[in-house]
């Protein structure tokens, strides 16, 4: 197979371009997501494709209709998403940085997510929220986090974290198509890096993990960045002889929690990496699940690998200290098979 | 202005000051953010710098500001130490924050600096919440919060000035506008023909004034600090400008076309004062010494700041809460 090399952030590009081909009611908004708004006639147009570039040509080929640069108003775009999607669009919103979701939550929490419940399943919301996240980028405690629990805390809402240029690209396609409201999030410090990406449009189902390598000793269920470091650490364990397997789930709701409890019945062992804050967190989750329904596996005590319960710290010794880097992982992996 | 007080020379030379303090420490910041020498985003605040200077010579060191992503100027203009400054930009634990914000989030209480915050207009309510606790401490400080023109789209904008009315409270709400919220141009986002007249919708009084000009900055704000502090409630003031910087360090700016730029330039605040000042009967040589001090004064934080100490790992988990049971790790 000829390799078609392609950085995440182009793989979500394409995605949108096909998904925005095929169907017409498919459009984009956000802030800069064109960029030069005011400036088309001096060479403004797709000026940014928001802050990573990431939707960079897409209004030059569809044109300022189907990709809307909105004011800094979140609360209302949000909303305008739900109410366009209620009535025959799919909207792709973009929520610049996680960390804004305080303006934009209300809409997500307590109307994209409620309103086909609440109205007795007579109505949907095929909208996607898609949103960066993610430290290393020493962007201190309002620009670094990766809020994945308050999405995922939330029925109604789906939520997918791709790791693999190929994922982000055919579980985008899926959340476009998808009837739901979903959360794509998209690890900033992950844009660029490149992996075989199909040219055909090629759906990825929510709810199917992805084995990313495969041990007997102990699993590690990474959660995006997470699942990088943790198949660095995995690399530098095999040299000391522990194999270790590495998870993706990939979706959060729905959760492929079959692959991972059979995981566990395999190696017996345990641990979740997460960049995020450890309380009420995807890892606190996913580790709740296992000790409730895959108990009789473990050998021991599951571990989570996290940040700290604190902000986004500025400084690199700060930072550095705060992330789950795979030499922590390393350590704690250790420790946990008595190695 | 109706009889505005004439700046004197001492407060013409302390505003010239500030502004060249603050051009001179962004395009340091500048060289650093090329050279990849400072960590993270920093935001630089070129062309703006007759607002913070014109606005804050009309506060005391007890009123307050809060500021945004965009707060040098502001930080500068309140008096926070340069070297606290530039260390904080270089993470250092001698920094404003003691590495913990960085550029986006330069802080200091001792001189009424109540913070920088990175969403947008996320000051404004909190610049409020602090007029309305001198209010009601009896105290006749007032509040500043500093925005863009981008920020007026925020509902917080909108909720802080009708709760400021009301309150009656001693704030001042300061849009800069210059021209552009990142890459999204003036005239296409604000739909009234100026910012200013959005107070209306609050009964509030709207102020325009030129942004290029520290002497109609400060004259502007201190009306409206002197009606602030006798009861009289809160304005918002709207300052024009240009935003010749990035939006972030590393934006290349192509939406901003070159005549545009060009045009702004020509007014630019520092050379707007130089050409002034024969007229109000400055000094050229003080204000070339001026000049001179403010660079050195820059050179020597930075270079200081370079040498301070990191922050050690474990000072991550300093200053989460005030106090608090059970550890964080
Ligand atoms: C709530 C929120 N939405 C989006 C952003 C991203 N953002 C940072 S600055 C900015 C533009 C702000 O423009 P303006 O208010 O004009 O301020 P300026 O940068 O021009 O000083 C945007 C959209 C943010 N920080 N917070
Ligand atoms: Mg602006």
């Known amino acids: 197979m000829s390799e078609r090399l392609l950085t995440i952030r182009d793989a979500i590009n394409e995605a949108l371009v096909q998904a925005m081909e095929a169907d017409p009611t498919v459009f984009l908004m956000g802030e800069d997501v064109a960029g030069g708004a005011g400036r088309d006639d001096r060479g403004g147009l797709d000026a940014w494709g928001g802050p990573f570039g990431v939707t960079r040509g897409l209004a030059t080929r569809f044109g300022r209709e189907r990709v809307l640069d909105t004011t800094i108003a979140e609360a209302g775009f949000f909303g305008a998403a739900v109410g366009a999607a209620m009535t025959g669009m799919r909207p792709v919103v973009e929520l610049m940085y996680v960390d804004f979701a305080g303006v934009a939550y209300d809409q997500m929490l307590n109307q994209a997510a409620k309103v086909r419940y609440m109205f007795g399943g007579t109505q949907k919301v095929p909208m996607v929220m898609r949103t960066v996240v993610g430290g290393g980028f020493r962007a201190a405690a309002e620009h670094s986090q990766t809020l994945y629990s308050i999405f995922a805390h939330i029925p109604g809402l789906k939520t997918v974290a791709p790791t693999t240029a190929a994922d982000a690209k055919g579980l985008l396609l899926t959340a476009i198509a998808d009837d739901d409201p979903v959360v794509f999030f998209e690890h900033k410090r992950m844009y660029m890096q490149k992996s075989h990406v199909p040219e055909a449009p090629e759906p990825i189902p929510f709810g199917v993990a992805a084995v990313r390598r495969e041990g007997t000793d102990l699993t590690i269920v990474g959660v995006q960045r997470g699942v990088q470091f943790a198949l660095e650490a995995a690399e530098a364990l095999a040299g000391e002889d522990i194999s270790v397997e590495v998870i993706d789930p990939r979706t959060y709701t729905p959760l492929d929690k079959g692959t991972i409890l059979a995981s566990v019945a395999k190696t017996g062992r345990l641990m979740i990496v997460d960049e995020s804050y450890p309380r009420a967190s995807l890892a606190t989750d996913l580790a709740a699940i296992v000790a409730d329904e895959g108990f009789e596996s473990l050998k021991g005590p599951i571990r989570r690998v996290t940040a700290p319960h604190t902000p986004v710290p500025f400084s690199p010794p700060l930072e550095d200290a705060y992330l789950p880097l795979p030499g922590r992982i390393v350590a704690e992996v250790k420790r946990l098979l008595g190695a | ?329």
Not at chain 2, 135 to 161: S, W, Y
Not at chain 2, 244 to 252: L, T, V
Not at chain 2, 268 to 280: G, N, V
Not at chain 2, 283 to 291: K, Q, V
Request: aromatic share 10%.
């Open chain 2, 1 to 329: 202005m109706p009889d505005a007080p004439t700046p004197t020379h001492d407060q013409l030379y302390a505003m010239y000051r500030s502004m060249v303090t603050m051009r001179r420490f962004d395009a340091v910041v500048t060289e650093l953010a090329e050279a990849d020498r400072i960590p993270g985003y920093a935001h630089t605040y070129t062309g703006s710098e007759a607002i913070a200077a014109g606005v804050c010579a009309a506060l005391r060191p007890s009123d307050w500001i809060a500021s945004t992503y965009r707060n040098h100027g502001h930080a500068i203009g309140k008096g926070v130490a340069l070297r606290a400054m530039a260390a904080e930009l270089h993470g250092r634990r001698t920094g404003t924050a003691k590495g913990k914000g960085g550029s986006m989030h330069i802080s200091d209480f001792g001189v009424g600096m109540l913070g920088a915050f990175g969403i947008v207009a996320a000051g404004m309510p909190i610049a409020l919440g602090a007029a309305l606790s001198m209010k009601m401490q009896g105290r006749d400080e007032v509040a500043v919060a500093f925005f863009g023109d981008g920020a007026v789209h925020q509902g917080v904008f909108h909720e802080a000035m009708g709760l400021a009315k009301l309150w009656n409270a001693p704030v001042l709400f300061v849009c800069e506008n210059n021209q552009y919220a990142e890459a999204t141009a003036l005239d296409y986002h604000l739909h009234t023909e100026t910012v200013a007249n959005m107070a209306a919708g609050y009964a509030l009084p709207g102020v325009r004034a030129d942004g290029m000009d520290v002497v109609a900055v400060y004259q502007a704000t201190l009306e409206a600090v002197a009606r602030a502090r006798a009861g009289g409630g809160a304005t918002l003031l709207e300052f024009v400008s240009y935003r010749f910087s990035g939006q972030y360090e590393g934006d290349k700016q192509t939406y901003q076309p070159a005549d545009e730029r060009a045009a702004w330039w020509a007014r630019e605040p520092l050379t707007a004062f130089e050409q002034a000042a024969a007229e109000r009967g400055l000094d050229a040589a003080r204000l070339e010494r001026i000049r001179a001090d403010a660079d050195a004064e820059v050179a020597a934080a930075f270079a200081a700041a370079e040498q301070d100490p990191w922050p050690e790992p474990d000072e991550l988990y300093d200053d989460v809460y005030v106090s608090y049971e059970g550890g964080l790790r």
